[in-house]
Every structure is written in structure tokens, then in C-alpha cells.
């Protein structure tokens, strides 16, 4: 079935595969109304009746339940009968509508708005631009007068003024003053008392040599606001007013480094054409140069950056110069801190041809240069590979590149090494050791994008280990060195990290599930498919077990790699234990990544369930090297609680003849 949306940026609608769905009559609406402006939330039934009347009629809430069934047959008309409901469910005292992130307009806006803040600011203008297509009139457009929906109309309709004078305003500081004016006049217009409107509006003519419109406009927002108001325009349109009468240079768009930049690249490329041979090897090499820089860009950058990188190696292997191809390999050292491939497939090509030099190489120490940066290779595309060629290609690239004394090849080593440091549970102190040579070594040889993955690595480590104090001081370190080096990837981490710290600390569970929903947000556009697929939903999955809710699995959800471990609870819900247990008996074995531990805690949490003692034993055993860490927190983004309580919980369901060890009586979820 088609994913539902849903558009309040507007009238309320619901659509699916761009059909509108017929919500009857206005009351229906305006539940649907209100459970949308809960997001996610409980909405009690006797809140619904106070909403939705002045004065409650009698069967209030008999009606509510018959309005909250006919949405539920227009939103699920396939859903079977007496299946509980996955989309519109009860829960508690009332009613939750569980719309994904992007399935609603509103939250599509935001999170839009929220990104672009992010961006460089010549891309910030398109994104918001996108963000404000969004809108088709008003929000909550036909419960204007009700209550319950007041505060948020005014809500978002402060962030799309906001966000339509910040387009102008990057904009004007662009150069493009010109495109900022038609929007800035219909804006005023629409919104005559916001004074930054007619500043910005004001200073785009100026830009674009219009001074007398320029005074004009602000000769009109003295008049309109002294003749409505009675008052006289603020500081900043006064001082905007002198600085044009006085003709101020500082007024005039500022000399922009992008520009100079932007020349600059363009000679340079020109005289590379002209002067380096289109067959020549160096162009090869010279390209992906341009690759690493443009993987750490993120977004289109890292797409593009995988795309073409194994069309260069292609290249490269078709000269049959290996050693061409091995420094066309080697270079491209972009280091990486989570250990799931986004392009299995590419990664998979990558390794052959990284294996192949290596076999055409001279089996000597002569080639150990060359040979070094081509096993990191391996190593690190192996990721998320259970297989014992990655790990010894890791570990020899390490003795290779210590041998050779060299810094950067030892820590792109080195970050194959990590790559490498998932087969079981419980490593988080070597890839804290790991983490802490990465940084060192980075900060004695500039190596800038090592600094990055090394704090993160340590991020992620100490926060498996559940020393926060150490987590917050090297994700605050990787944040500044993100901000310095034009890093954007790096914020996805930390604010992914922000939220698992809240959920291992202690938060509310609405507040922790809430903290994953907006870190969500940042996947948008990333690059990273391999991180972004199914991440949500094992979070907020891991987020109820250690809560010790129900695990309320939604099938539809996107849950990537991770649905194996997701159908089982789905089966459970519906009631059919004997296929919940054949599924959970057909469970593989986690794969060598991050996530790991937070798999095993899936699967026990299954087991414990549905009193399978092969797998109860199973996990035990998987989970026991991680003793005293804070399940699936290795990952530095989520966490499924204390590996010690599910330890506990497996010893208590095996019984006296089970495995036994030193976890007292505490429940599985105690922190």
C-alpha cells in the first residue's frame, strides 16, 4: 500500500499516489487536524471533545470513536479486519497518528528550513525556495477560529515570513539582489508591519542601482507605519535611510572570496586542458584528488564522488600500469566512521580491483608503498563484510605503514583498522584506542580530515562505554573542526549523538523519541544511504525496549538492512507466534558493524519473548564480551540500554541450568 501524506500547509488533506482521500465531513477534519498538529503524540479522547466542541453534546465521545474509524478505513482501507490499526492507533487514554517525518508538509517545511540554515549559503536560497513551494494558503486553513490550532498557525507562519526574508536576505549578500526584489515587494505588501521586510527590500534596490526606489520604499513604511501605528520606523530603517542619502560604500555588495575563488578555478582548469594531454596518466590521478575533495562535502558531493571514482579505477586498470592504479586507488584516503557500506555493489568492485593490483605488484618491500594504501583500501570497503581477508588486510596495512614511518598512510591504516573492529561484541576500547592515535597523529601532521573521524570515533566509543563527560569534549572538538574546515557530514554525527545521549541519560521517552525524529531530519540529502536506511525505526524500536514498552513495529517503515530483526516483533503483534519463532530461528547472525550489539539486543528481546532458549543461549554468548556497555551506543547514535540488564533478563528466562554471571536481580532495561 502507498504511503499516506498529508498537507495542513493549506486546507487539511490526506493523499496517497497523489489521490485525495474523501475525509467526510469537517469534524473528521478536524480530528485528523488535530492529531497531525500533535505529532506523534497521544492526543487524550477527552481532549478530542473539548477540540472539537464548544459545549460537548451528550455522545461526544461515541462520536469521536465513530470519526476516528471512518479515518481509519480511508487511511487503510486494505488493513484487515480487527488488525490493529498501524497508522491512526490507539494508545493509552486516546489516539496517535503516526505519519512518518516527510509525510506531512509542515514537517517537510521545517526540517527543509532547518537544512538550509546548514548549507552554504549560495545553496540556502534554492533549498528555502523549495521549503515555501510547500505552502497552498494558510496553515490549518479552515480551523482558524478554533483554539487547539491558534498557537501553531502562528507558529509556522512566523517561520515561513522568516524564512521568506532570509532567502532574501542571503540573496541580496550574494549579488543576486535583483531576484530577491519581486518576492520582497509582494511580501511587504501581504506583510506591511514587519520592518525587516521593508529594509531588505529597501537595500536589494539600492544593490541594483535603484536609489530613488530605494527612498521611495522607505518613505512608504515611515507614512504607512506613523499613519496605522502611530509610530516612527525602528533603528535599523533609520540608519538604513541615512547610510543611502550619504551613498555609504559599505552599502555596496562586498568584494566576495567565492568570486575570486571562482575565477581563479576556472584560469587554472583552462591552463590544466591546455597544457596536460587528455590520455595522460596524470589526469587520471588529478581526478580523484577532486573526488576526496568532493566526498567530504556530503550530499550530491559524496554521491557524485562514489559514482565517478569507480569509473576512474576502471580507467586506471584498462592503462594495465598497476602501480598507475594503485596510487589511483590509494589516493582516494577519504576516512569514514561508520561501518556499513552506502554502495555495496561499487565497494565490492573496488576491492577486486584493489585486489588485482595487489597481486600484479612486486612481491617485494619496494612495493610496500604502493601495496599499503591498496590493502587500507580493502579493509575499508570490506565493511560491514564478515570475512577474515578485511581484518588481516587492516592489520597488515598498519605494520606496512608503521614500518614506513608514514603519517598519512598510517592513518588511512588506521581507519581501516576500525573498519575492521566489529566482528564481535565488546570492542569499543580498541576503537577508542584506535580513535585516540587517529587524533593524536592528525594533530602532529595536520592531517585535518583524520582529526575529523578520529573524534568521532571516540564519540562513538565513549559513548558505548558510557563515559558521556569524554563523549561531549571530542563531539564538541569535531563540531569546531567542522565549522573551521567546511565539514557539513559532521553535523549529521553530533546531532545523531545529541539524541542517543538523551536517550541513555535518563530523558522522558517522548523527549528522547522526539531528539531521533529531528536528527532524522539531517539524513536528508546527506549521501549517506548506507547510514540513513532503517535508522529511524531501530532507534525508536531500541528507544521502547529500553523503556520497556511495547516494541509496536511498523512493517511499512523503511527499515533497510534491519527488517529481518523488525518483522518478527510485526508477526508477534498480529498474533502469530509460530511464525515470529521460524522467523526469529531464521535470524542471521548481526553483521560485523556498529550495530551489532543493538541487533543481539533485538533478537534476546525476541527470544525473551517467545521463550526460545537455543536463542536466548544464542545471544548470551554474543552479547557477554560487551558486559558493562551501553548496547548499540558504539554506533554514537543510538542505543538499546545496558547490555548488562539484557544479560540479566537472559539469565533470569534460562533458569538455574542457564548461563550464569554477575548481574544481580535488575531488570533488562535499568540503567
Not at 159 to 176: K, P, Q, T, Y
Not at 608 to 613: A, I, K, V
Amino acid at each position: 500500500m502507498e504511503a499516506v501524506t498529508f498537507g495542513v500547509l493549506g486546507p487539511v488533506t490526506a493523499e496517497r499516489d497523489g489521490d485525495m482521500l474523501a475525509l467526510r465531513g469537517p469534524r473528521h477534519r478536524a480530528v485528523l487536524a488535530r492529531l497531525l498538529l500533535a505529532r506523534r503524540r497521544v492526543v487524550p479522547l477527552a481532549r478530542l471533545v473539548e477540540d472539537l466542541w464548544d459545549a460537548p453534546p451528550p455522545r461526544a465521545v461515541g462520536a469521536v470513536r465513530t470519526f476516528v474509524g471512518d479515518l481509519r478505513r480511508a487511511l487503510e482501507p486494505d488493513r484487515p479486519p480487527r488488525a490493529p490499526a498501524r497508522l491512526l492507533a490507539t494508545e493509552g487514554p486516546g489516539y496517535v497518528l503516526r505519519a512518518a517525518p516527510d509525510a506531512v508538509d509542515a514537517w517537510r517545511f521545517e526540517a527543509a528550513v532547518a537544512k538550509a540554515d546548514r548549507l552554504p549559503a549560495a545553496q540556502a536560497p534554492a533549498r528555502l525556495r523549495a521549503a515555501l513551494g510547500e505552502w497552498r494558503g494558510p496553515a490549518y486553513a479552515e480551523f482558524g477560529e478554533a483554539d487547539w490550532a491558534r498557537g501553531e498557525r502562528s507558529r509556522l507562519t512566523e517561520l515561513r515570513l522568516r524564512a521568506v526574508e532570509r532567502r532574501a536576505e542571503l540573496l541580496v549578500d550574494l549579488g543576486r539582489a535583483a531576484e530577491a526584489v519581486p518576492d520582497l515587494d509582494a511580501h511587504v505588501t501581504e506583510q506591511p508591519w514587519r520592518e525587516e521586510a521593508w529594509r531588505l527590500l529597501a537595500l536589494a534596490l539600492y544593490r541594483t542601482g535603484r536609489q530613488a526606489d530605494a527612498l521611495a520604499v522607505l518613505r512608504r513604511a515611515r507614512a504607512l507605519l506613523a499613519g496605522h501605528l502611530g509610530v516612527d520606523p525602528g533603528p535599523r530603517l533609520r540608519r538604513l535611510e541615512a547610510r543611502i542619502l550619504a551613498q555609504d560604500p559599505g552599502l555596496d555588495p562586498p568584494a566576495e572570496p567565492a568570486e575570486a575563488a571562482a575565477r581563479l578555478w576556472n584560469r587554472a582548469t583552462e591552463a590544466y586542458d591546455r597544457t596536460v594531454a587528455a590520455g595522460a596518466h596524470a589526469r587520471l590521478e588529478s581526478t580523484v584528488g577532486l573526488l576526496r575533495h568532493l566526498a567530504v562535502t556530503g550530499g550530491d558531493g559524496l554521491e557524485a564522488a562514489r559514482e565517478h571514482r569507480t569509473t576512474a579505477v576502471a580507467a586506471a586498470e584498462e592503462t594495465g600500469d598497476a602501480e598507475l592504479t594503485a596510487r589511483v586507488i590509494g589516493a582516494y584516503d577519504v576516512p569514514a566512521n561508520w561501518t556499513r557500506s552506502d554502495d555495496p555493489e561499487a565497494a565490492r568492485r573496488i576491492v577486486a580491483a584493489a585486489e588485482r593490483t595487489l597481486a600484479a605488484l612486486p612481491d617485494d618491500t619496494t612495493a610496500d608503498a604502493a601495496r599499503c594504501p591498496l590493502l587500507a583500501t580493502v579493509a575499508l570497503e570490506s565493511r560491514g563484510v564478515r570475512s577474515p581477508r578485511g581484518p588481516r588486510a587492516a592489520d597488515e596495512a598498519v605494520r606496512i605503514a608503521r614500518r614506513l614511518d608514514d603519517p598519512a598512510l598510517l592513518a588511512f591504516a588506521l581507519n581501516g583498522a576500525f573498519m575492521q573492529s566489529c566482528t564481535t561484541a565488546g570492542l569499543a576500547p580498541r576503537r577508542d584506542a584506535i580513535g585516540a592515535e587517529l587524533v593524536a597523529l592528525a594533530a602532529r601532521h595536520g592531517l585535518v580530515n583524520h582529526a575529523v573521524v578520529g573524534h568521532l570515533i571516540r564519540v562513538q566509543a565513549r559513548s558505548a562505554l558510557g563515559d558521556f563527560t569524554a563523549a561531549d569534549e571530542h563531539a564538541t572538538a569535531v563540531d569546531r573542526l567542522a565549522e573551521r574546515h567546511e565539514r557539513p557530514l559532521v553535523s549529521v554525527f553530533t546531532q545523531w549523538y545529541l539524541a542517543l545521549r538523551r536517550a541513555a541519560t535518563g530523558s522522558p521517552y517522548d523527549s528522547a523519541a522526539a531528539a531521533y525524529r529531528s536528527a532524522a531530519t539531517r539524513l536528508d540529502g546527506a549521501g549517506m544511504p548506507g547510514l540513513e536506511r532503517g535508522l529511524l525505526p531501530l532507534a525508536l524500536l531500541g528507544l521502547r525496549l529500553a523503556h520497556g514498552r511495547p516494541a509496536e513495529v511498523d512493517p511499512g517503515a523503511e527499515w533497510g538492512p534491519y527488517r529481518p530483526w523488525a518483522e518478527p516483533f510485526g508477526l508477534l503483534a498480529d498474533g502469530r507466534d509460530a511464525e515470529a519463532r521460524t522467523a526469529l530461528r531464521a535470524l542471521p547472525q548481526p553483521p560485523p558493524d556498529l550495530l551489532y550489539e543493538a541487533l543481539c539486543c533485538a533478537e534476546a528481546a525476541l527470544a525473551l519473548e517467545l521463550g526460545d532458549r537455543t536463542a536466548l543461549e544464542r545471544t548470551y554468548e554474543r552479547l557477554l564480551p560487551a558486559a558493562g556497555e551501553l548496547a548499540g551506543a558504539g554506533s554514537g547514535l543510538l542505543t538499546f540500554g545496558p547490555v548488562d540488564g539484557w544479560l540479566a533478563a537472559i539469565c533470569r528466562a534460562l533458569g538455574p541450568s542457564g548461563p550464569s554471571g554477575p548481574f544481580g536481580p535488575a531488570g533488562p532495561f535499568s540503567s
